[in-house]
């Protein structure tokens, strides 16, 4: 082997150097959150437990709004009720689509098969009796966003967890915590945005299909997509994400039902 070769297959490349950066952080954020509790002999990570105890609570106290409000939601979004809007920056239909499009995706287009392969038809069960009392957890988090929300004189309004947790935790624990929960919060938020799973999902089901592989080319034209949509603001997102969300949901649908008519019998 050449010398040069040889320094070649020694030296790390930068993904490499990134994963050894990233990783020790990453495995030791998984290690809490995926914990693993035995319930009834069966394996489950406190992180499914949390959710799910928490969208079952918040679903018995406010008495089942997931169902309760369902037809004062299909009126907002339809438009019906656009006559009582309070102060905003886009469109009901638009703030549903927009926080659809953050919420259904890769994951479930993805992660729905491998379950079942994993699990069994009894994990579709389950993710059933999940998005149920997801709905009201989605709900409360809504709520509280619209509540706290910052609106300044120009119109322009601010918002999000972020806000509501500074708030609550000023006035529960004090300002200086309160302050640093609302930033630990959005700081982890922007490491969870970052995420490149999507992308180099999409480069592959294209490589697949056309045969052309250009991650770096492909890489940089969706990073320069999301960066018009990202610095066009939130009037941007939200008519993007009208236009694209619903499509999504139709493809999505359409393609599931294709293969359930194709594989019939």
Not at 31 to 38: D, N, Q
Not at 192 to 206: D, G, I, K, P
Request: glycine share 14%.
């Amino acid at each position: 082997m050449a010398t040069t070769d040889f320094f070649q297959a020694q030296t790390p490349s930068l993904p490499e150097r990134i994963d050894g950066v990233v990783a020790p952080f990453s495995n030791f954020v998984n290690s809490i959150i995926f914990f693993p509790i035995t319930i009834a002999g069966v394996s489950v990570p406190v992180v499914v437990i949390w959710l799910l105890s928490a969208g079952v609570i918040l679903t018995l106290a406010l008495g089942f709004i997931n169902l309760r409000g369902f037809g004062h939601g299909a009126a907002l979004i339809s438009g019906k009720r656009d006559g009582r809007d309070g102060p905003g920056e886009i469109s009901h239909f638009e703030a549903l689509s927009s926080a659809l499009s953050g919420t259904v995706g890769l994951g479930n287009i993805a992660s729905v098969p491998v379950a079942v392969a994993l699990g069994g038809p009894g994990a579709v069960l389950w993710m059933i009796f999940a998005g149920f009392f997801g709905m009201t957890s989605k709900f409360a988090e809504c709520s509280l966003a619209v509540k706290y929300r910052k609106i300044s004189r120009d119109g322009a309004v601010s918002g999000g967890p972020m806000y509501y947790i500074e708030d609550v935790f000023t006035r529960r624990i004090g300002k200086g915590f309160g302050k640093f929960a609302a930033a630990f919060f959005a700081v982890m938020c922007m490491g969870a945005s970052v995420s490149l799973f999507q992308v180099n999902q999409s480069h592959a089901q294209l490589t697949n299909v056309t045969g052309v592989s250009a991650p770096l080319v492909y890489g940089v034209i969706i990073s320069g997509l999301v960066l018009v949509v990202i610095l066009g603001g939130i009037r941007t997102i939200g008519r993007v994400t009208r236009v694209l969300v619903p499509l999504m949901g139709m493809i999505y649908l359409g393609a599931g039902l294709t293969i359930l008519i194709m594989n019939a019998g």
